[in-house]
């Protein structure tokens, strides 16, 4: 305990008692211990975090899991959807959730560009859902072009002169291409905004997660895509979704 106190830890005795839990022997618990120390986030260090009442596996330099991320779930699932794509999934998180609530007959596709990641969502997601490598949608099998009800996406979204100015265990062990949303933090919004029309099946909807402060950006570029956008926001996670629909005169 007063190690990880003097390491700047919070919660150091809830922090001890769940690195004694885990380590199966004193030296691994020395090792844990040491990593912690030395500013690597808790979850990637004892190798999982708990979202929506999950266990989920997080591998070293892949972005943990938010609690605040719990509203994207929440949106995709309140619209029942059949076939689900985790864009830019890291650990598969939200794919893991929604797919746990909604139970069987979902079909749930997740996708990264960091090899990282993509080997971490393929442990969450086994026997699940699919995951797939690669740069937003070129990584998705074609049959499923018109064919997907919601489209949920926690892209990175920090601007890019803001990653400095993050907490070190984000900066230092979670890969920037988890957080560096280019010059004004929305590139990405963009991207997967103006890409995912050939996606989405009729009444299909676009969830991405944002900033209260970068609502107007994310919003604009859902307009300039020819999507119709509304905010959702909850204050108790202190969080932010913009949703998508094709624009009636898109
Ligand atoms: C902020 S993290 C979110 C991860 C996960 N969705 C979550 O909420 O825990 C953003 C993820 O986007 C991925 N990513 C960044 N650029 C991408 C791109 N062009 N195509 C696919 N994935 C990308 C990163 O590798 C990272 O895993």
Redesign the pocket.
Known sequence: VARLRAAGCVYAEDEAALLVAEAPTADALEAMVRRRVSGEPLEQVVGWAE?CGLRVAVEPG?????RR?QL?VATAVARRPQVVV?????????ALAVATELGRGVEVVA????PV?VRCARRNLDGVGTVVE???YA?LPETLLGHVDVVV?????VPTEAVALMPAEARDH??R???DGGADGVD?HR?VASGVRPWLAPGGSLVV?TSEDQVPLTTAAFVAAGLAATVVRDESLDATAVVGVVAPDG
């Open positions: 979202f892949v972005f943990v899991p938010r991320t994207l985790d864009l830019c999934c890291g650990t598969g998180a939200v996708a990264d560009v960091d990641a690669g740069d937003l990584a996406c926690n892209a990175p979204y979670e890969h291409v988890a957080l990405v991207r997660e």
